[in-house]
Every structure is written in structure tokens, then in C-alpha cells.
């Protein structure tokens, strides 16, 4: 399609050229609008793309089109260059000469006719793009250049009014000088394919809130944008950029084939439409467009990630998205969580990737907590924490409702100790690499042993010892127990001082995996087997006391390992994982409420 492109571009140029020169010479100016008109014969076989601009002279079609990659737009630049003008409205964007060349991609036969404005002669160019060309003397009325493709017959589809029409409309919308048609329904009317302004060229105060919009649909944006970032930026390299934050996510925020859709252009000369070397994966979801004279033209893709203009644009560009947001999380807390519930999670995926920037990107990332429904930041966290409290606590899990029924929590809500949700897959990978901020560790309460001894429990009364607490020797006796009847199925068997509703828990050992992340490793098949945890148990919960005196009485054995792999299935199901053996359970499960039953008759 960039065939197209490069034709309107060059059309462009011999426009400017045009325009430039009238403004010191009255013989240049044109009666008519300056414009690009296409049209199509489906007889002939041609597409033809024509402006009234300068127009070429024999000498310099021999020059342009006879010699690759001789740029007539940089012999005319270099000479304006040469007189020292200040003029710096004239964009002119065919550089390299080698544009022209994509004609034949699509062509069995090139034709140019060309009459320069300072002449009075019109010359014909021929070529078949193989090895040489022909130019004779022709016949035209008025300045500029006429460029006739003859198709060939398996690019057809070029000859499709709509084909064109959405060619233009994807990558010559910006040109500065209107390209027409004729109208399909009424040929002697013409239409403008093209709004004839590259937006973000533009000053903001020029622009209204509506053409902000249209501009983010015509990138195939969703909705009405979040936020709008246009910034020039001026420095080592220029470059201008119109970026834009949708308000909802797309649907396919999360599929690894999504990539950054960063349009990049070069003096307003359409390069690509999926650079993925200016923003970073983490920021796949923003919208827009860098325009930047430093970039050159011809760069390839494969010369992207190693140009040297692209890499300063990137770090710009991302650490003003990072400043930005920055900016409105601490102005607009309530526009920041609307961004952050939509984006957060593949926000975060920076804080695991980004090295450079973790500290920024982690200060400014959100979580929910034990303490309410509402988003805290880090830093709002480690201001709240308790006197003599050293520690981020925070509990890992597949969403809110999971974490919030974690048995874990119990200890820590009722000594009022607030604990950080990580409910976000990428939080598991994150966490090993940053093992604290702000000088305070984060700690799992779901991994190895979490002294909160020290934090006294809200509740006083559930803190007293009963009558009927088992003695210490009873607990360790039932530890023993249950340690025979559980075997290789656990690693430990302890004394809980975080639980104080449910009777018994997971934890994993303090130089394991922690739990969520050992799952999704498993769902993943990173990991073959599950690790043995740790059984926690509540000596204070009423089925561990008895328990604990069924085994100091040394009666019904069996009812004790029955109890005992009841518990241990129903710490299972807590985190999410099944009983060890789905028969068993149910056929044990169906035994202790058979006795239970008996019992009570």
C-alpha cells in the first residue's frame, strides 16, 4: 500500500516547493488551490496522481527519477539552506529519492508528465522499471506533474475507488494539501479524501475537545479517551507526540500477541503503525503518534531497536507517561483509581520488567487492602503501619474474594494489622525482585512463620486463656497424632498465632514458593509437583480441643486420622487446591456426620 504513500508525499513536496517560492516571487503563485487529485481508469488499467506544484524540468526528471535514490527535495533544501533562510513552515518530507522506485511494486509501466514552473516545455518519462527509461518532449497547459500507473493485473484491487480511499484516509490523512477524487456518485464533483492537517502538528489551543476525539477513533480507539498527552518536545532530538489513554481497556489487553500500537512518522511521513521501540509492553494499551524530523525516512524495522533517535524518543515519551500519571494521581485520586482499575494489572508488569524505572512505577501503583474497599498507594500503606511494625504484610490470591476468606487473615484483623492484597498474577513475579520499599521488606503472611505476638488483639477476651484450653502437653500429643496420620503429606505440623475463627491453615516453608505462585507455575506446567506445606492449627478453636482430648484419652484412633485428613482437605480447599483423594473425603466427610448424628439422637 505505501506505493500510494510515497506518490502523495512526493506530490506534497513539489506543493511546498510551490508554495514556498511564491512567497518571494509573485510568478509562482497559482490561480488555483494548491491540492492532489487521483483518479482512476478501470479501462486503462491506471491510476494517475497529479498536483500543481513546481513541476520538473528534463534535467531534473533525469536527475529525480533516472538515478536511485537522487532526492531532488534534498538538493532543494540544501540550497535553501545555502541562502541561510529562516523560514521554517516549509516541511518537505521525500528525502531520499527511493520512494518513487514503489511504484513498480504495483506497475507494469510508469508514465511522468511534468512541466516545470520555469519553463514553458512539458517532458513525458517512461519507464518499465527494469533497466532504463525513455523522455520525450509532451504537451501540458499548467505547472506540475502527473505520475500515470498501469497496474498489473494481480494488483487490481488498486482500482477500487474504496481501496484507495482507505489507503488515504490510513496514511496520508495529515498531507497538508487536500487529495481528491472524483465523487463515485457524481463524477463532476469532487471530494477531499483527507483532512488536509496533521493534527498533532497543531497547537492545543487550536484543537477541540471533539477533533481530539475523532482523532483517537480514527485510531481505533473504543469510548472516549481517558487522557490526552500532546507534547512537543525539543532538545538532542525533536519530536512531537499525541498519545492517548483509553477509558476502557480492550479486550485483548492480556493476549500475548497484543503489541504497543505506536504510529510513527517522520515530518509527518508515515513510517508504522506497530512500532513496539517507543513504549514499553507494560503501556500496550495507550494510542498514538510520535512525529519526529530526526528519525530517518528509510529506517527499517530491523535498525529500529538500535537507532539511536528512537531510543531518546522512547525514554521521553515513557517518562512523561510515568510523570503524568504521577500528576494525576496526586490532583485527581478519584480519575487515577477509575485508570488504575482498568489498566493496574498490566500497569504493574513495568514494576517487574522496567529496572529503571520500578521505583517510580511501584510508587505510583495501587492495591486494596484488609482495611476497606478502597485503593492505597505504598507509601499511604508504610505512613499507617503500627508503632514497632518493621514489615509490609500482604497475602497473595486469585482475586478479593479469595484473599478475604483466607483463614490467614484472621490474626492480623483482629490485631488490626493491615495486609496488602497482591491479586494480580504479575504481583508474584514482581515481589521476588523488589524485596521492599521504602526500607520496609515485604513479608507473605501465607509463607513461613509471621511473629505478630508483639501487636496486642483488639479484643482482649478472645485473648484469655479458657478452662478448657488443652494443656500444652495435649497439644503436643495431638501434633504427634496428627503428624502419624498425615505422614509425608505435610511438612510440619505447628501452633498457629495468626488464626482465630477457622481451626487450621496452609503455610508454605519460609524457603519455598509461595503458595499463589507455585500454583500458577503448576497451572502453567512450570512445576510438576506441588511442595508439602505447613499445618497450621488453632489450639484454640473448639474441634482442635477436642481433638486434642480424644487423643489424651487414647480412644477411637480411627476418628482421629479421619479428623485429621478432614482438616487438612478442608485447609486444601481454602487455597483453592482439591482434597488429597475426592473419594475419601467424601467417604470420611459422610462417616463423622453418620457418629455425629448418632450422637445427638
Excluded at 477509575?338 to 513495568?350: D, L, M, R, S, T
Excluded at 503428624?483 to 519455598?512: F, G, M, Y
Aim: with cysteine; aromatic share 8%.
Amino acid at each position: 500500500d505505501i506505493f500510494l504513500r510515497e506518490l502523495i508525499s512526493n506530490a506534497s513536496d513539489a506543493c511546498d516547493k510551490r508554495r514556498y517560492k511564491s512567497l518571494t516571487n509573485k510568478s509562482y503563485v497559482s490561480s488555483d488551490e494548491l491540492n492532489i487529485f487521483i483518479s482512476i481508469d478501470k479501462k486503462a488499467s491506471t491510476i494517475s496522481i497529479k498536483d500543481n506544484g513546481i513541476g520538473m524540468s528534463k534535467e531534473e526528471l533525469i536527475n529525480s527519477l533516472g538515478t536511485i535514490a537522487k532526492s531532488g527535495t534534498k538538493a532543494f533544501l540544501e540550497g535553501i539552506t545555502k541562502k541561510k533562510n529562516d523560514d521554517n513552515n516549509l516541511s518537505l518530507i521525500g528525502q531520499f529519492g527511493v520512494g518513487f522506485y514503489s511504484a513498480f511494486m504495483v506497475s507494469d509501466k510508469v508514465q511522468v508528465l511534468s512541466k516545470s514552473i520555469n519553463s514553458n516545455e512539458s517532458w513525458l518519462w517512461e519507464s518499465d522499471g527494469q533497466s532504463s527509461f525513455n523522455i520525450s518532449s509532451a504537451s501540458t497547459d499548467k505547472p506540475g506533474t502527473e505520475i500515470i500507473l498501469f497496474i498489473k493485473k494481480e494488483e487490481k484491487e488498486y482500482l477500487e475507488t474504496f481501496r484507495i480511499e482507505n489507503i488515504i484516509k490510513k496514511y496520508s490523512d495529515h498531507i497538508p494539501y487536500p487529495v481528491k477524487m472524483n465523487d463515485s456518485e457524481n463524477k463532476d464533483k469532487q471530494v477531499s479524501l483527507n483532512s488536509a492537517s496533521a493534527l498533532w502538528m497543531r497547537a492545543k489551543k487550536d484543537i477541540t475537545s471533539d477533533q481530539y476525539k475523532e482523532f483517537f477513533n480514527h485510531l481505533g480507539g473504543l469510548g472516549d479517551p481517558w487522557h490526552i498527552l500532546h507534547n512537543r518536545t525539543e532538545g538532542l532530538v525533536s519530536f512531537t507526540s499525541l498519545l492517548y489513554i483509553p477509558e476502557m481497556k480492550p479486550f485483548d489487553l492480556f493476549n500475548p500477541e497484543r503489541k504497543t500500537s505506536i504510529k510513527l512518522y517522520t515530518n509527518r511521513v508515515f513510517i508504522t503503525d506497530d512500532c513496539e521501540d517507543i513504549l514499553p509492553s507494560y503501556l500496550r494499551f495507550i494510542k498514538g503518534i510520535v512525529d519526529s524530523e530526526d528519525v530517518d525516512l528509510n529506517v527499517s524495522r530491523e535498525m529500529m531497536q538500535t537507532n539511536t533517535a528512537l531510543n531518546k524518543i522512547s525514554k521521553a515519551v515513557v517518562n512523561k507517561v510515568i510523570s503524568e500519571l504521577k500528576k494525576i494521581l496526586n490532583n485527581d485520586r478519584e480519575k487515577f483509581e477509575k485508570f488504575f482499575n482498568e489498566f493496574g494489572a498490566a500497569f504493574k508488569e513495568g514494576i517487574y520488567e522496567d529496572f529503571e524505572r520500578k521505583k517510580s512505577l511501584l510508587s505510583i501503583s495501587l492495591f486494596k487492602s484488609s482495611i476497606g474497599d478502597k485503593y492505597t498507594t505504598l507509601d499511604e500503606y508504610v505512613a499507617r503501619m503500627k508503632d514497632k511494625q518493621d514489615e509490609i504484610y500482604y497475602i497473595s490470591g486469585e482475586n478479593i474474594e479469595q484473599v478475604l476468606s483466607s483463614p490467614q487473615l484472621e490474626g492480623f484483623k483482629s490485631r488490626g494489622l493491615e495486609v496488602i492484597f497482591m491479586i494480580d498474577p504479575v504481583d508474584e513475579f514482581w515481589l521476588p525482585a523488589t524485596p521492599d520499599h521504602e526500607n520496609k521488606p515485604f513479608k507473605s503472611i501465607t509463607k513461613g512463620s509471621v511473629d505478630i505476638s508483639k501487636f496486642p488483639p483488639l479484643d482482649d477476651k478472645k485473648a484469655k486463656k479458657s478452662k478448657d484450653d488443652p494443656k500444652d502437653v495435649e497439644i503436643e500429643n495431638l501434633i504427634k497424632e496428627m503428624k502419624s496420620c498425615l505422614k509425608d503429606n505435610v511438612k510440619d505440623i505447628k501452633i498457629s498465632n495468626v488464626l482465630t475463627d477457622s481451626p487450621v491453615c496452609l503455610v508454605a516453608d519460609e524457603a519455598a514458593m509461595d503458595m499463589h505462585l507455585e500454583k500458577l507455575m503448576r497451572q502453567h506446567k512450570r512445576l510438576d509437583e506441588e511442595t508439602k506445606k505447613i499445618l497450621e492449627i488453632n489450639n484454640k478453636h473448639i474441634v482442635i480441643k477436642s481433638l486434642a482430648k480424644l487423643v489424651a484419652s487414647s480412644k477411637n484412633k480411627n476418628i482421629i486420622n479421619d479428623v485429621s485428613y478432614l482438616l487438612f482437605d478442608q485447609a486444601r480447599i481454602v487455597e483453592g487446591e482439591n482434597p488429597l483423594d475426592i473419594k475419601k473425603f467424601t467417604e470420611r466427610m459422610s462417616l463423622i456426620l453418620t457418629k455425629s448424628l448418632e450422637i445427638n439422637k
